[in-house]
Each structure stands twice: as structure tokens, then as C-alpha cells.
């Protein structure tokens, strides 16, 4: 069946440190890969995105990273700040599907 | 341009009884997806609509309903709640000619 494998769980980073967050998906057809991000009480909102025809996506501090072969991605934020701090959720989908499949989050806490 | 708009924001029901939440999504767009977000088991797919019809279900008992009207905005319904139902219910807008998801602060719904 579908499903997205999240990990860490929990990430805890210095101030000006790098944060990765990898994700593992299940269906070989999945073809779109956003990330979001929910600050508490808040809704998720999307932060970067990445097709199946893409290795790398970049937006400033954030990355994400694309391995078709070994059906992974991830999310590098360089140069954190506390303002990063939030719970992450990466999602597949697959192109003729309409349902993001997510991954169970990762909460990550920027110490200043 | 108004973002997707849920209401009522926060609910509280009794076990047995049934509620009705609504979406109204991003102007012009067409689909409108439901997802159920716990602590336990994060954000989980519910059912999509795209003009008035379900394109999508997930792995969710009969009780979870849905549908769309033709100017977009969406219901979803619950019968006969039940405690574990208690979750924040989010639902998110895309347009046809774009893949990423608008989502809405949610309905919290309380069953006790």
C-alpha cells in the first residue's frame, strides 16, 4: 500500500546549524513530493516541492533532494534559525492520484 | 485572494451524535481535499472532490462523509461520533493547473 516513512521524529539543532529530514515512500509511481511545514495552532503550508523528473530543488536556505532509484527524499535547511522551529511533514503523490500521502512529521526545535 | 476558510473552527459533540464541517475553498479552485490530523497518527487523506464528485477515498469508516457543491465549497459529515474521532480536521484547495495544496486553519472537533 502507500505509505511515507518520516524520520527523525524530533530534531534538535543549534542556531546557524544544518537540519536534515529524510523521507521513504512506498509507491514507485509517486511523482510529487512536497513539504510542509505547521507551526503550532497554525495550518501546514507548504514550503518547497520537488517532481520525480528532479534530483535537487533549492529556495534559499531550504533543499530538497530526490532519489527515485532508492525512493527517498529529503529536506536540508541550512543555517537555521528559531524561527524554523516547527513539526515538518513530508508527502508523496502520485500524478493520477489526488491524496498526498504523509509522512508522520518531524518536530524540529532551533536552540538560539 | 481569500484563503480556504473552515468552519466552525472549533466544535465539541457527544458521543452518537453527527456534525457537519465545512470548506470553502481558494476562488476558482475545483478540488477540495479532507484530511484528519491526530497526534497518533498524523495527517491522514479522507476523501477529495472535484467538481461535485469524490475522486478519492481513504481508509476510513462509512461514518465519514463528504460532498461538494457546484460552487466548490465542500462539506464533510460524521454520524455517530465517537471519542476517537476527536481531531482536527483540515481541508485543502488546489487549482487545476497547479499541484500544491492550500490548506485551512481546520476544525477542531472535540467528542466527548
Known amino acids: 500500500g502507500e505509505n511515507v516513512e518520516q524520520h527523525p521524529s524530533t530534531l534538535s539543532v543549534q542556531e546557524g546549524d544544518s537540519a536534515v529530514i529524510k523521507c521513504t515512500y512506498s509507491?514507485?509511481?509517486?511523482?510529487?513530493f512536497p513539504w510542509y511545514k505547521q507551526e503550532l495552532g497554525k495550518r501546514p503550508q507548504l514550503i518547497i516541492d520537488?517532481?520525480?523528473?528532479?534530483g535537487e530543488k533549492k529556495d534559499q536556505r531550504i533543499a530538497v533532494t530526490l532519489n527515485k532509484t532508492a525512493k527517498h527524499f529529503s529536506l536540508h535547511i541550512t543555517e537555521t534559525q528559531p524561527e524554523d522551529s516547527a513539526v515538518y511533514f513530508c508527502?508523496?503523490?502520485?500524478?493520477?492520484?489526488?491524496?498526498?500521502?504523509f509522512g508522520s512529521g518531524t518536530r524540529l526545535l532551533v536552540r538560539p | 485572494k481569500a484563503g480556504v476558510t473552515q468552519t466552525p473552527r472549533y466544535l465539541i459533540k457527544t458521543r452518537g451524535q453527527q456534525v457537519t464541517l465545512s470548506c470553502s475553498p481558494i476562488?476558482?479552485?475545483?478540488?477540495v481535499s479532507w484530511y484528519q490530523q491526530t497526534p497518533g497518527q498524523g495527517l491522514q487523506f479522507l476523501f477529495e472532490?472535484?467538481?461535485?464528485?469524490?475522486?478519492n477515498k481513504g481508509n476510513f469508516p462509512g461514518r465519514f462523509s463528504g460532498r461538494q457543491f457546484s460552487n466548490s465549497r465542500s462539506e464533510m459529515n460524521v454520524s455517530t461520533l465517537e471519542l476517537g474521532d476527536s481531531a482536527l480536521y483540515l481541508c485543502?484547495?488546489?487549482?487545476?493547473?497547479?499541484?500544491?495544496?492550500?490548506f485551512g486553519q481546520g476544525t477542531r472537533l472535540t467528542v466527548v
Open positions: 485543502a484547495s488546489r487549482s487545476d493547473s497547479n499541484t500544491e495544496a492550500f
Open positions: 509507491d514507485s509511481a509517486s511523482n510529487y
Open positions: 520537488i517532481r520525480s523528473n528532479v
Open positions: 508527502a508523496a503523490r502520485m500524478y493520477s492520484s489526488y491524496k498526498l500521502i
Open positions: 476562488s476558482g479552485h475545483r478540488s
Open positions: 472532490y472535484f467538481s461535485e464528485t469524490q475522486r
